[in-house]
C-alpha cells in the first residue's frame, strides 16, 4: 500500500473557521501567502497542478514556488490569498520559508593595527 499523498504540495490551511487549499507562494513570520484552489476556474487549476508538480519534483523544495518558476507563476497573483501567520493552522501541505533556508556562516577576522613606538 502507497502512503505518500498523490499531490505533496498541496497545503490546507484552516484560518477564521474556513478552509483554504492551494498551493503556498510563501510563509514569513507575519504572513502566509497561498495560491487558492477556492476560486480558481478548473482550467486554471489543472496547469497550476501541473506546474507545482514540476516544481515539487525538479527544485530542493526549500525554495518556493514564486521564485523557482517566477515567470509562470505571475498569472496565478490573481488568486493568491494572504493570512496571518498566528491565526492559521496548518492541516496539511508543506510550508516553505525563505527563513528557513540554510545560512552560509562567514568568519571574520579582526585584524587590530598597532603604531610602533
Do not use: H
Request: aromatic share 10%.
Amino acid at each position: 500500500m502507497n502512503t505518500k499523498p498523490a499531490l505533496p504540495f498541496i497545503t490546507v490551511l484552516t484560518c477564521n473557521g474556513e478552509q483554504y487549499i492551494g498551493v503556498l507562494k510563501i510563509k514569513s513570520k507575519q504572513y502566509i501567502t497561498l495560491y487558492c484552489f477556492n476560486n480558481m476556474p478548473e482550467v486554471d487549476k489543472n496547469e497550476l497542478i501541473a506546474l507545482a508538480q514540476q516544481w515539487w519534483w525538479q527544485s530542493n523544495r526549500a525554495i518556493p514556488i514564486s521564485l523557482f518558476m517566477r515567470e509562470e507563476m505571475e498569472v496565478y497573483e490573481k488568486y493568491t490569498v494572504r493570512f496571518n501567520t498566528d491565526l492559521c493552522s496548518n492541516i496539511k501541505g508543506p510550508l516553505i520559508s525563505l527563513s528557513e533556508l540554510p545560512t552560509k556562516r562567514i568568519k571574520r577576522r579582526n585584524i587590530a593595527l598597532k603604531r610602533k613606538k
